[in-house]
């Protein structure tokens, strides 16, 4: 039990020097007069403060952990705080209607000259807000911050608090939420980021994406929880819409959702939630998050395969649907720790905005991109074939195609025309190099299908003198090391580099090939199944053979075709799941790719896929060929 916690919480004075905040979701109409913030109807607004609340604080009474089903979160550190995150049990917390607040925007706690809010003082005091703590010690032996924040009852329970400019640079924090009623959550850990300005030397982050939970465990979030790591990148696909047909009696019997909808894909509010509530409640998932803050960015699953504007899914519908949109990106914004704004009130492309960047110092500035909210249809038809392992079209090089929007690729570009640090790196979602194979486009869902944009960021990078240039990719279940190329061709000028990350638990390559094989159901594919049928039919041709041919001997075909026709591609696996870490020095950067050796149980060991270092001022990938890690 907790028995040494609780005192020190009913010990805890609040001293006149303790700097204590609100933050608290905006509504109603008075929030207009903050837009300046740059913050919607969602946003967040602090009130600081310099002397002891008149509401008393809660206290911890319980087990950690009981009543907040998916644990806790962090996200988008600065040089002085993170977003956190945690939802309550609804069926023990009423939660705080927003409804309720109306007019009322922010509750000063106790600043001499303001004027508290007394009915919001009455909600703190009645239980419908959590108090949060934050400390430098696990034990909380003394806090820096604390606060009262709403139990968001409209936004299915959860809370949010954003305590930028509230904390020191480069220090690690711990943090916990308490309830009135004593519940307490787990406590988790994050870090700030170094001063802005400040001269940085090292810093290792790392990047994930694509856990599909119904198609494996996620051993390797539990390995990666246990890195030393700054923060890490989760770069899409952090749920799955399609959950399968519950019926299909394969597979992971623990791990099959059923949407409130009785679907086999997310169409409701209560669908996508749903997903999400269940995927944080994975034991694995709960503790990365509880040791590290994440960046996050989405993919077309946490609405809908291959999604194009104007929130187009082209597997379930051609038309439009931007209410399911609207609902899907509502509750990404519940459920990230994200610092984006979001207005329920708008169209669903203005409703939020996640492009945004992150600063290390002058080591490095990560741009997170979104490509899925703006982009244009596919080139070349909506079928499985015009998307996938296609010869292409007239369509794909025109110019009023965008992958990242007009005002986003503006953003981006200014950005990175402006930028000081020493690396640029690129949260990206797709891949950006070129893949053919047999002289096919393997994927037009891809950067493939925008090369007009791709070669403008390309000559901005190149024009512009632009160095140590690295997108980080998620999306396509591989793991990757290659050359980003003006020209894909021979002499094609070299720009940067690009370095894929397998996924967590999606089905790669070998395994969508094995599963078309034997007619098992797969929902993570890295392209549909129509394209990997025809992708089997033309390797089984081009072998020669139809009848002998085992999953394992047609996915070494197609990854010698890969490496014959795409140059560019230095590391190439499509056979494992796992992590990526990227560390970073003044002198270079080390990319290193960890290989889970199962997902089918909840065990596993990890193991070093590859390693390869991009020296500071060159565009050039160095494999380590010992296969040992690295000292940095
Ligand atoms: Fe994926």
New binding site residues.
Partial sequence: MMDKDIRKVENMTYDDSRRIFLKYFLAGTAVLAFETSGLGKLGTMVSRVGAAPKVSPYIAQQEPGKGFPQSIASGDPTDSGMMLWTRVDPSLETGFSNIEINSKLIYWMEKPGVKNDPSLKEEIENGKFVMFEVSKTEDFSTVEVSGFSPIWKEYDNIVRVDLDTMLEPNQVYYYRFITKSGLVSNTGKSKTLPSVDSDVHSATIAYI??Q?YTNGYFNALRHLADEEIDFFLHL??YV?ESVGDASYQGGLKDRRINLPSGKSKAFTLEDYRTLYQTYRSDHDLQKLHENHSMVAIW?D?EFANDTYYPAVAPDDNQESDPGRRLFANQVWFEYMPARVPYDSSKSFEESIKIYRSVTIGNLATIFMTDERLYRSAHPCGEGQLDRYFTNGCENRNKSNRSMLGFNQRDWFIKELKNTDSTWKIWGNEVQVTQLKLLNRFFNLDAWDGFPYERDVIAQTVMNEGIQNFIALT??F?TFEASYLQYDYNDSGEKYGVELMVG?VT?SNLREAIRNILQEVPDT?S?IPNGAVSELVRTLQTTLGSLSTLTAELLFKELQNIIKVENPWIELFDSTTHGYALLTLTKSKAICTAYSIDNIEKPQSTKSLLWQCEIPNGEVDIIVNKDNHILEV
């Fill in positions: 994406s694509c599909d899409g696909d799955y993919d699953h998620g999306d279940h996924s999606s993570s890295p």
